[in-house]
């Protein structure tokens, strides 16, 4: 195993990498110089990921708990839902055993770091946490809101996970092959296995060097993507053959109800990559993946092709993310929901500088 090659000593070759240039010197050297002080004072540092947590968020969060630990500094994670688990896809990462439910996190910590979140509000329960005191974020997605007092958000970073090694890195931690399984999930998720157009050389080259850690891919690759219980594949047909094509939107749209997951014993987690599926259809610009989790209660995936794009979507609707992944929550009624997903998607702001209507073909 070679030594790990961290962000400061590859400075030059990796300055032209757009994500650095987005992040100015000195919010890295206050985020640093407040991670340092509390951690050598003694005080305790609160990491939060987005609520309902995705890989990037669940492994951005366990990488930088585990080198906060290994630098002798105290650090709580957790994040703001219920049922607080882990997406069975994700058992295999270390450090579950030290996160904390929210219910037992402590509500005066000296120091919050955020990770994942482009809002305040995805913080869920423990948003609150982070009014009146020192918080930094650590996000990439373009719909951020600089919540927060010192920003690390870099919208063409291609994962957070990219972020929070180069937060490690200036913290003077080591990537070892604990957290680099951390980093490696939250890189290899939020590129879609290096397949989405957020992949650059700079993820290419973390993923290269994460390797090198000595992580057993293979292994977690088959965890993470090609292993589902058989209630899974029951609730996957049920939703393919409900799905619903509208021409006019260039949307497919496929839905779980909460009866169904509660028919095969199904964790609304688990769903995660159903969304990848529906993304497939040639005909379709927008794939729309709804997931109810409570009565009308909804959370719904988007994705694009290129042509719209789903970010300014999600915001219009209360949600955010990026140009070809974004996401939010919704409490209506099923036609209601999916009407005024076409409503926005007739919206000129929606339609990204290239591209002609939203109903034109991909």
């Not at 055993?97 to 979140?117: F, H, K, N, Q, S």
Request: charged share 25%.
């Amino acid at each position: 195993m070679t030594d790990y090659e961290g962000p400061e000593r590859r400075r030059g070759d990796a300055a032209d990498a757009a994500w650095q240039r987005e992040i100015p010197d000195a919010e890295w050297d206050d985020a640093v110089a407040r991670i340092r002080a509390t951690g050598e004072a003694g005080g305790e540092i609160l990491l939060l990921c987005h609520s309902d947590p995705d890989g990037d968020a669940l492994g951005s969060l366990l990488a930088l708990h585990l080198s906060l630990g290994r630098l002798g500094f105290r650090s709580v994670a957790s994040w703001g839902s219920e049922p607080f688990q882990v997406p069975p896809q994700y058992t295999f990462l270390p450090g579950l055993d030290e996160l904390t439910p929210p219910a037992e996190v402590p509500r005066d910590p000296a120091l919050v770091v955020t990770l994942d979140a482009g809002s305040r509000d995805r913080l869920g329960s423990l948003a609150g946490l982070v009014d009146g005191r020192p918080t930094i974020v650590v996000d990439h997605h373009a719909s951020n809101t600089r919540f927060g007092t010192t920003h690390l958000v870099a919208a063409s970073a291609a994962a957070t996970a990219v972020l929070t090694e180069e937060l490690i890195s200036r913290l003077g931690g080591d990537v070892d092959t604990d957290l680099a399984a951390c980093l490696y999930v939250g890189l290899v998720t939020d590129t879609g296995r290096f397949q989405y157009a957020n992949t650059d050389r700079s993820a290419m080259e973390l993923g290269s060097r994460l390797l090198d850690r000595g992580i057993d891919h293979d292994a977690m690759s088959r965890q993470m993507f090609d292993t589902h219980s058989f209630g899974y594949l029951k609730v996957m047909g049920r939703m393919l053959d409900r799905a619903v094509f509208v021409p006019r939107a260039s949307l497919v749209h496929g839905w779980v109800t909460e009866n169904d997951l509660n028919a095969y014993g199904v964790a609304v987690e688990e769903l995660e990559d159903l969304i990848d599926l529906l993304r497939t259809v040639d005909s379709a610009e927008v794939a729309m993946m709804s997931k109810e989790t409570g009565p009308g209660e909804w959370r719904v995936s988007l994705r694009s092709k290129g042509r719209i794009d789903v970010g300014r979507l999600a915001q219009h609707l209360g949600g955010g993310g990026h140009a070809f992944s974004a996401g939010f929550s919704a409490q209506l009624p099923l036609d209601e929901l999916v009407a005024r997903v076409v409503d926005v998607l007739g919206h000129e702001d929606v339609v990204t500088a290239d591209a002609g209507t939203p109903g034109g073909g991909s």
